[in-house]
């Protein structure tokens, strides 16, 4: 029967994916690896369906409309009138309601506390014995064909948004229905894959294997998930664990509640004595998180985190605990399962209290949350401030008696308006970084004068270091004055001089000031920046140059106001990254193939965590994507956008 879906047939569709992500996410502790692999893919089809209901709102794209009979499109016996986006729908549809069904079957319901009205889905003892017996897919696919099979519908429709968006960035009115030839294209190139993973192929990388028929990205179930756990003292930072986790029963979404209180231990150790015993378990079990913990990222070359105030239950103190040396299979958990959302209910506790503080706050702008992503973690500096010295267009402005100098770097909060509070999106960074330099209020020269500055710190800016004479300088950033009537001042162009009491403090400030505008470089050529907008987004098994080969990654491709083009390749890990504006004549070369040439800037993560970032002056050679159905999209994404653009 014909499938003519309305947005609140995709609405349910987005819900239905996020609710079954949820379901995966609960069944982690003793679940498979794969599991989380089809979590991940459950979360990215959500966030598709998300961007595809935006679209048909703003107008962008037509749901339920038609195409007229074309004999190339369909077969004879297919139905007429059912465009290639309600067909894919369709199938989107199927396979979610197919998996819906076996969450049901084979999970129990939890039940609910008092703090919590709902009770929690979790996988039964059958599914974590079983699991590989189970039919997964309508087709009886195991579970890497459910997972490929979502990834490729995940694909499908954004490319139609790939479609959509080239439109209308390049000004062109026109429907994406109206691209005969290019939907044609996508809809062959879909339906060779609907019936490749119906067979069973596993030939591919776009349908989730390599040509030797092993699954890709899931990690190794030997492979521990652990990470370095150390706690600051008076001497500095002291490990108490080198390969700590946290504890598989801790649910996130339970900070706060009965389940969270009755969850003893949030962190275990996964060293082991000669008797099979936990070495240091005793130790990493002192600590809990407590209602005030914060996690943020430490900016430097290390891939490091804090967390704030957490519970040392011996002495009952409050401490800062050190997350460092994540191990690659374990960063995205960590990073954006765990303490990303984390650091959203904790900001929401917050704010409900009514005012926000340095960990989160409420825009005075636009209202928008912003909440703590990354700080620059001084110990000497802020105590050491001598004076710091404003200059503009040649007018000086001197303060004394510093109070305190923080470095802070914000993200803010997505949510679409059909998704609940704990279904935020990635969280999205600003461009800049706050340094936060507080006055003494007791300072009696300067009684209602400003209390605190503020210099947006960006990855362009010139730092300056004066050794011999303990000064910083910062050159032409954006200052703004708070008053103690919380009246603000701002001035572009300011220069900066900090002076400090000591060579030591001086060095810390600007190797801390350094290490942030290096944070925000990175963070700038992985995600898109204020002037660009995402035009396509695809996932594949396997990237491939003559500089690296990865496993399991996101592509994504973005235009900005002055129609450059911006190519962007992450594993989905979070190990390596790579950024390329590309060529005016990539759609164009004369080659006939995509011109890869220009400079192109790669970040890697060592399995240490240590970040080194390099710099390919002429690009690479070429890009594939390992398999005849993956780089065949790939080629359809270029062309479709060469199309639409007039290139």
Known sequence: MSFTPSIGDVVLMTQIAWKLAQAFTKGRKSAPAEFCEVENQLYSLSAALEAIRKAQERGDLDVGTTYPKSGSLRGKDEPCGQSTIDNILQNCMDILKHLEGIVKKYSVILQPTASSARGVR????????????????????????????????????NLLL???????????????????NMIKELYEWYEDNIKSLKRGSNGDPITGTTSTGKSFATAPSHVHHVFELSIRTSRGRETICPRAHFNHDWDPTLFGSQEYLEIEHILTCACQNRDGSALHQVGVQRYKLSQL??????????????????????????VTLYITKIHPSYIHTVEE????????????????????????????????????????????????????????????????????????????????????????????????AEVLITYDDQDDEAQGDVVSSTLHLKRNTILRLDESHALVRVDSVQAIGTFMNEHIVSLGNVGVTIQLTSKEAAREL?????????????????????????????QVATVECEYMSISDADITVTLNHQGKHRLIIESRNRCTLLSQVLADDFFSSPSGKPNYSRPTYVVQYEEDGTRNVYKYERGFRYLTLGGTQANRMFNLAWETMSKELGK
Request: positive net charge; hydrophobic residues 35%; contains cysteine.
């Open 122 to 157: 979790s996988w039964n003892q059958y599914v974590i014995r079983n699991w590989r017996k189970i039919e997964w897919t309508t087709e009886k696919g195991d579970l890497s064909t459910l997972r490929n099979q979502i990834m490729m519908h995940t694909n499908s429709l």
């Open 162 to 180: 790939g479609v959509s968006m080239s439109s209308q960035t390049a000004g062109i009115k026109r429907s994406v229905e109206k691209s005969s």
């Open 293 to 318: 913990t914060f996690p943020a990222r430490l900016a430097g070359k290390e891939r490091s985190w804090i967390l704030y105030k957490t519970t040392d239950t011996v002495t009952n103190q409050l």
């Open 337 to 432: 399962t765990i303490l990303q959302d984390l650091a959203i209910r904790r900001a929401d506790l917050i704010l409900s209290q009514g005012s926000g503080n340095s960990l989160c706050y409420v825009s005075a702008d636009n209202e928008e949350e912003r909440i703590l992503a990354s700080l620059g973690e001084l110990r000497i500096a802020p105590k050491s401030v001598e004076s710091v010295t404003f200059n503009n267009s040649g007018r000086t402005y001197s303060r004394k008696y510093v109070d305190n100098v923080q470095i802070l770097q914000y993200q803010t909060v997505m949510l679409g308006p059909t998704r609940e509070r704990g279904q935020a999106g990635p969280l999205q960074p600003l461009d800049y």
């Open 510 to 538: 600007h190797q801390k000031l350094e290490d942030m505008r290096m944070e925000l470089f990175v963070r700038s050529l992985r995600y898109p920046r204020s002037d660009e907008a995402v035009i396509l987004h695809l």
